[in-house]
T-cell receptor
Framework: GQSLEQPSEVTAVEGAIVQINCTYQ??????LSWYQQHDGGAPTFLSY????GLEETGRFSSFLSRSDSYGYLLLQELQMKDSASYFC??????????FGQGTELSVKP | GAVVSQHPSWVICKSGTSVKIECRSL??????MFWYRQFPKQSLMLMAT?????????EQGVEKDKFLINHASLTLSTLTVTSAHPEDSSFYIC????????????????FGDGTRLSIL
């Protein structure tokens, strides 16, 4: 089976940097993805790490260490609109995308 | 970018009604489509996976006779909730993925906007 763990909630202020961690256990690993979901909306794709290291896309970066079964999403220069739920997700051997429980990020002024 | 269209976005109906939700990939061929369900403040739970032209594969605990999935073409999959009851009220989200290029990794999954189903 597979399981993913991430903090349930994180609070930060505008302009700050926040890191959301994700540890996973899966039989067969084919990449770690991150999704953002605003209240009432559908998930939107943020990033994908198939190999170890850091991927940067604008204010967002994602890191993966396969040996540690660990990754994180780094959000810089936080804005109010970044308040949302963030999900890490892994592809398993069957090619299915399995989601973590989500981290609710609250950005305060 | 890749677009997945899901309709309807909101359904309210009486208990016992069957509800059909459509999921279309607008600018790519979706060889695989996925259906998720999400309850408030919870994660997305995979219900089933469907490949074009073949029967859907359901996750453990999901009743295949209650949640009928059809993936008749490379651009359309439908989920029918049969004889819906209040406990079926949820946010249903489809996702589509195109052909995988090369031998490594997976194509990103693109999500529809979801369907909020409320059964009275």
């Amino acid at each position: 089976g597979q399981s993913l763990e991430q903090p349930s909630e994180v609070t930060a202020v505008e302009g700050a940097i926040v890191q959301i961690n994700c540890t996973y256990q899966t039989s067969g690993f084919y990449g770690l993805s991150w999704y953002q979901q605003h209240d009432g909306g559908a998930p939107t794709f943020l990033s994908y790490n198939g190999l170890d290291g850091l991927e940067e896309t604008g204010r967002f970066s994602s890191f993966l260490s396969r040996s540690d079964s660990y990754g994180y999403l780094l959000l810089q220069e936080l804005q109010m609109k970044d308040s949302a739920s963030y999900f890490c997700a892994v592809y398993n051997q069957g090619g299915k995308l399995i989601f973590g429980q989500g981290t609710e990020l609250s950005v305060k002024p | 970018g890749a677009v997945v269209s899901q309709h309807p976005s909101w359904v309210i109906c009486k208990s016992g009604t069957s509800v059909k939700i459509e999921c279309r990939s607008l600018d790519f061929q979706a060889t695989t489509m996925f259906w998720y369900r999400q309850f408030p403040k919870q994660s997305l739970m995979l219900m089933a996976t469907s490949n074009e032209g073949s029967k859907a594969t359901y996750e453990q605990g999901v009743e295949k006779d209650k949640f009928l999935i059809n993936h008749a073409s490379l651009t359309l999959s439908t989920l029918t909730v049969t004889s819906a009851h209040p406990e079926d009220s949820s946010f249903y989200i489809c996702s589509a993925r195109g052909r995988t290029k090369g031998s490594g990794g997976n194509q990103p999954q693109h999500f529809g906007d979801g369907t909020r189903l409320s059964i009275l």
